[in-house]
C-alpha cells in the first residue's frame, strides 16, 4: 500500500475476482458501486486496441455524500469515488485516490473528518477484499 495522494494495495486474485470481493466488501461498508467501466472494452468499441484487464469502480457512501454536499457544493468535483482495479504484470493492483488528499484541494477543514472517515472505510473494505 502506498501513502501518497493514492492508496495502491496488491492483490492476490485475479482483476474480475478482485472486483467482486470489493464489491461485497464496498456493501459492507455502505458503499454502493453505481458503476464500473471495463475499459479494454470500452476502448476496444471505439477502435481503440487496449487489452490490460482494467476497471473503473464509481462507488458512493450516500450519507457521507450528503454529509460533504450539504457542507460545500465543490466536493461534487471528485464524487463519487472511484476504485480502480488491474492486471499489473502478473499480479493485480487494486487502488483509489485518497479522500483526504482530494477534500484538501477545496481548503474547508470542516470537510477533514468525514473525508477520513470515507478514507478509513475504503482501506477496511479492500483490506477485507484482498485476504487470502
Same mark, same amino acid.
Given at each position: 500500500?502506498?501513502?501518497?495522494?493514492?492508496?495502491?494495495?496488491?492483490?492476490?486474485?485475479?482483476?474480475? +475476482?478482485?472486483?467482486?470481493?470489493?464489491?461485497?466488501?464496498?456493501?459492507?461498508?455502505?458503499?454502493?458501486?453505481?458503476?464500473?467501466?471495463?475499459?479494454? +472494452?470500452?476502448?476496444?468499441?471505439?477502435?481503440?486496441?487496449?487489452?490490460?484487464?482494467?476497471? =473503473?469502480? +464509481?462507488?458512493?457512501?450516500?450519507?457521507?455524500?450528503?454529509?460533504?454536499?450539504?457542507?460545500?457544493?465543490?466536493?461534487?468535483?471528485?464524487?463519487?469515488?472511484? !476504485? !480502480?482495479?488491474?492486471?499489473?504484470?502478473?499480479?493485480?493492483?487494486?487502488?483509489?485516490?485518497?479522500?483526504?488528499?482530494?477534500?484538501?484541494? =477545496?481548503?474547508?477543514?470542516?470537510?477533514?473528518?468525514?473525508?477520513?472517515? !470515507?478514507?478509513?472505510?475504503?482501506?477496511?473494505? =479492500?483490506?477485507?477484499? =484482498? +485476504?487470502?
Amino acid at each position: 500500500m502506498s501513502e501518497s495522494w493514492a492508496r495502491v494495495y496488491d492483490s492476490p486474485y485475479a482483476v474480475d +475476482e478482485t472486483v467482486h470481493r470489493v464489491t461485497e466488501a464496498l456493501k459492507e461498508q455502505q458503499f454502493g458501486v453505481l458503476w464500473q467501466m471495463d475499459v479494454p +472494452e470500452t476502448l476496444r468499441a471505439k477502435g481503440m486496441p487496449f487489452s490490460t484487464p482494467y476497471r =473503473i469502480l +464509481e462507488v458512493c457512501n450516500p450519507k457521507a455524500a450528503n454529509e460533504v454536499l450539504s457542507q460545500n457544493l465543490q466536493v461534487g468535483y471528485f464524487l463519487p469515488c472511484k !476504485v !480502480v482495479v488491474y492486471q499489473d504484470g502478473d499480479g493485480t493492483k487494486v487502488a483509489f485516490p485518497r479522500p483526504t488528499a482530494l477534500i484538501g484541494w =477545496i481548503q474547508d477543514p470542516a470537510l477533514d473528518p468525514v473525508a477520513a472517515r !470515507v478514507e478509513d472505510a475504503l482501506d477496511r473494505a =479492500i483490506a477485507k477484499a =484482498i +485476504e487470502s
